[in-house]
């Protein structure tokens, strides 16, 4: 994701010195040869022209269930849209699959509860990793149960628009959903994937 104005820069040069490649051996990761070589360019081309798919990332944290219980209801909010999804816990998930999942996404939705005004360590920790990465052109949106201030998705909006998300109508609930929240959260899906189609325009 940084690099990619530079790997689009060295794709072209490769294309014009018009080289017959056996083999690709970076400077760490694995070694690619023979048809596996226009694989790993092919693969590069689109993940460094931000290629992406009709797909939906939520990832969250939760501490009693409520903003779990939103996720799944946004989740199937986008399935209902026409997009596919993939929803991962921050704790039971390998970060490194859901960056690369991001990469091809073209929504991103994080969700996490309030705790002490603000949002749970797991969310922090990684949206300071994809901020790093400075991801582009995503659609998104902010979600969590709160009890009393909130904080939480507030701060993930700060986070995401830092990032270069482009956020839409933020979503709190207080404490558990009830039928009402869990529609707004199927509406707040429908809203990320229109605006994301309207960018695809
Ligand atoms: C340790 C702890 C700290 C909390 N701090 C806040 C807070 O600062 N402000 C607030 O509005 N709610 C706070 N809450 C309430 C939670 O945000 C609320 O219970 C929420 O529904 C939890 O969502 P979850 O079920 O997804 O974990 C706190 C809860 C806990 C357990």
């Given at each position: 994701m940084p690099f990619s104005s530079l790997i689009t820069k060295t794709l072209k040069k490769i294309d014009e010195m018009g080289l017959a490649i056996?083999?690709?051996a970076p400077s760490h990761g694995v070694i690619w040869r023979n048809?596996?070589?226009s694989d790993i360019l092919g693969a590069y081309r689109g993940w460094s022209s931000a290629e992406s798919n009709n797909t939906a990332?939520?990832?969250?944290?939760?501490?009693?269930g409520s903003t779990e219980k939103m996720?799944?209801?946004i989740a199937q909010g986008i399935i209902d849209a026409g997009f596919e999804v993939k929803v991962y816990h921050l704790r039971k998930s390998e970060w490194s699959e859901i960056i690369r999942e991001i990469l091809e996404a073209k929504i991103l939705l994080v969700g996490s509860p309030t705790i002490n005004n603000g949002m749970f360590p797991s969310v922090g920790g990684f949206l300071t990793y994809l901020r790093g990465l400075r991801p582009k052109g995503k659609v998104g949106s902010a979600f969590g149960s709160y009890g009393w201030a909130g904080g939480a998705v507030k701060a993930i909006t700060g986070e995401l628009e830092k990032t270069g998300v482009t956020v839409i109508e933020p979503l709190s609930v207080k404490f558990v959903p009830g039928a009402n929240d869990l529609a707004e959260c199927a509406k707040l899906a429908k809203k990320v994937v229109d605006a994301a189609e309207m960018q695809e325009r």
């Open positions: 056996d083999m690709v048809s596996g070589v990332i939520v990832v969250y944290d939760t501490m009693w996720a799944s209801a």
